[in-house]
């Protein structure tokens, strides 16, 4: 059971605040679900231009994947710092998107699910962005569906990513399945996430967690089952994916958190070999969420990237 009456956009002003943007009221911006063809569905938040309506489709000129026991709202203060039409993707198993029954969530897997929302809600997309999890499953989008993808940013990910890079990630959704209260769940995120403020934390909680009819507080992704489907994620081999970042053919970003351990030299060495042209960016003082962390230089460094020149062979 949900709690009751809670409006997942009333705290936009809050992130707003928190990053000093100007607020002139509430955004555009609306949840859409898109049916998949097993009857499962794909949740999303679709943006509009700042001060416009919420776009049909075909406008949105971004797609944004989050990570790993995330979702959707963990883009609001790059979407409000950008001002353009985006759609910011639930990913399976996350969020108000459905779970799969056999509990996998490998990139290959997701990316098909994710095609189906873009050509729905984004069909003409100027770039896909993803973080982590979602950052893998851009790269198997473009693999896939090459012409969904017109620019590529992976933000703090490699197919190099494993298990012990992300350790203390894999600990963290690892942990109790259930809280007595949501302080009790707060205390625990602040913990781990101690460079980031109690209000934000407690915004990303607000949306990534449910209250149960007796009281207790789950996570709203399908990792929280005791984090074995992310240990599961995290034991894969990405190996494979480095082929299809060789086939890469659109421009690519490559966003680094500068305390991050999951992106390592040998990462960023395989990655410029097997793409030379690609741009390389650090955010200093961000950790593996760079959106979370350090949300405005997270936009600016997108914003530059959708104006630099460069092919977009998807148009061809």
Not at 53 to 71: C, D, T
Not at 191 to 202: D, I, M, W
Not at 278 to 284: D, L, M, N
Request: no cysteine.
């Amino acid at each position: 059971m949900t709690r009751s009456g809670f409006d997942e956009f009333s705290l936009l002003s809050e992130n707003a605040e928190e990053a000093g943007l100007a607020w002139h009221g509430s955004p555009p911006v609306e949840r859409r679900a898109v049916e998949l063809p097993d009857g499962r569905e794909i949740s999303a938040l679709v943006w509009g231009r700042a001060g416009g309506p919420v776009p049909a489709p075909a406008a949105a000129e971004l797609v944004l994947l989050h990570g790993g026991a995330q979702n959707a709202h963990t883009w609001d203060t790059v979407a409000l710092a950008l001002g353009r039409p985006l759609v910011a993707i639930d990913l399976p198993g996350h969020g108000r998107s459905s779970w799969r029954e056999d509990g996998r969530y490998g990139p290959g897997l997701l990316a098909e699910d994710v095609a189906v929302a873009v050509r729905t809600l984004a069909p003409a997309a100027r770039a896909v962005v993803g973080m982590s999890l979602g950052g893998l499953t851009s790269l198997a989008l473009a693999a896939r569906h090459p012409g969904l993808v017109r620019r590529l940013a992976l933000v703090d990910v490699t197919p190099g990513v494993n298990a012990e890079k992300s350790a203390a990630i894999i600990a963290f959704v690892a942990g109790p399945e259930s809280f007595a209260s949501f302080d009790e769940m707060l205390d625990r995120t602040v913990a781990h996430n101690p460079g980031r403020s109690v209000a934000s934390l407690r915004r990303g909680l607000l949306h990534n967690a449910v209250a149960l009819e007796d009281g207790r507080w789950v996570w709203r992704h399908h990792f929280g089952q005791g984090g074995e489907g992310l240990q599961r994620v995290g034991a894969v081999d990405f190996a494979a994916l480095w082929d299809d970042l060789s086939a890469v053919r659109v421009p690519l970003l490559l966003v680094r958190g500068g305390s991050s351990p999951v992106v390592d030299e040998e990462d960023l060495a395989e990655l410029l070999r097997r793409q030379p042209r690609a741009r390389v960016e650090v955010v200093p003082g961000a950790g593996h969420s760079v959106q979370g962390d350090k949300p405005l230089e997270l936009a600016a460094l997108l914003e530059g990237f959708l104006s630099a020149d460069g092919p977009t062979p998807a148009d061809a």
